[in-house]
C-alpha cells in the first residue's frame, strides 16, 4: 500500500524583522505538504483503522522534504504541527486516518526527543482554501513562546477526490515573543507537558 | 554595489508536480517562486526620482533567482521558464512596483540562468497583505513557446502592509505537466531574437 502523489509542496518563510526590530537570528518557518489521491473514495470498507502504514510512509516523506527544504538537522527543529484537508467527496475520517495513525512514529524516529503531541487541524474543504497549522515546542506543550501557527494554501489542491497533507516545522518560538510563561531553558521535557 | 533593501521576510514556495490528469510524468516538473517583503521608501510621499527601487532591484534579480534555483535543487542550466511579480502595499503607488520590477531585476535574472533572450513575462498591482498574485512564466529564450505558458500562484497572509513591498521571482524546470497543444518546440528555435 503506498499513497498515490500527485505533489509535494514546500513553503518557507524566513522571518528577519519583526516590528522594525531585526531579529538576532532569522525565524524559519517550513509547511511540507503532499497531494494525494484520497485511498478511501468508492471503498466498501468502513474500519478505516489499519491504514497506519499510509501515515507512515506520509510522515517520512513529509518531515525529510521539510528538513532538506530548511537545510537544518533534526536537532535545529523547535517546533512542529500537522494539518489534513480532505477534498469534498471525503469524509472528515478519511484526512483523521492518514494524519493520526503512524504520521507521528515517522516524526518521532527522526526527533527522538519529542515528546509533545503534534497538534493538529483537520477540515474538509475545496481546492485553494486555507488551512492554519497549529505550532508548538516539540519537547513540552507548555513552553508558551513557541505557542504559534502557519497558514499554508495550495492553489488547485485539494481536488474532491484528493487529500492534502500538512506538516510545519520551525526553527523557534514566535518572532519578539514576551508573554512570560515556561520558558524553553526551564522545560524538563520528559512527560510532553512541562 | 546596489543598495539593499531591509528585507522583513522571505517566502519560498515550492511544488513538484509528479502527475497530471492521473498521468504520471516521466520528469516531475517543478515549479519555485520566491517573494521578498520590504519596506517602500516611497510609501505615503510622491516623489518624481524611483531610484532607490530601481536599486533595490539590482540585488533582488540576483538575490531571489538564487534562492529560487537552489531551492529547485537543479542548475541553472536547467531552469526553462521565468517570471517576475511586484505587490505595492496600499500606502505606495503603481508605479513603484514598476520600478522595482522593470528597469534593473531582469538583468541579474538573465545573467544567473546564463540565457533569457525572451522578455520576462510580469504582473503587478497595489493591494492590500493576503492578496493573492499569479506570476506568469515564459520560456526563457523564446516567447512563442507555447508549451510553457504557464503562471505559479503565490500569497503572503501579512505582506504587503501599507508602506513595504512584495517582489517575486519564478521560475520553472519544463513545460506545462502534460503540455498537449500545438507549440513551437525549444529546439526548433531559429532566430534567436526572443520571440521565435
Redesign the interface.
Known sequence: MEPIIRKENIIIDELRIENGKHLAVPLLKCAAIAIIENPFIGEEEQDLSTYGVLGKQLGRLLMENALRALRISPEDVQSYGKAVVTGLNGEMEHGAALLHQGFDDSIREILPLSKSIVPSAEKVAPAGCTIDVPLHHYKAMKIRSHYDGMEVFVQDAPRANEIMIVLSLTTGGRPLSRVGGLEYKDAIGQDGVN | MAIKP???????????????GGVALDVPLIKCAVAAVFKNPYAGVYSEDLSELMEYGTYLGHYLTDMAVK?MGISAEEVHSFGKGCAVGLDGEYEHAAATLHPRLGAPMRKYLGAGKAIIPSVKKVAAAGCTMDVPLLYKDAMLIRSHYDAI?V???DAPRTDEIMAVVAFSSGPRARARISSLKIEEIKTWNGMD
Open positions: 531591509d528585507i522583513r521576510k522571505l517566502v519560498t514556495f515550492k511544488e513538484v508536480i509528479r502527475t497530471e531551492a500562484t500569497r503572503v497572509l
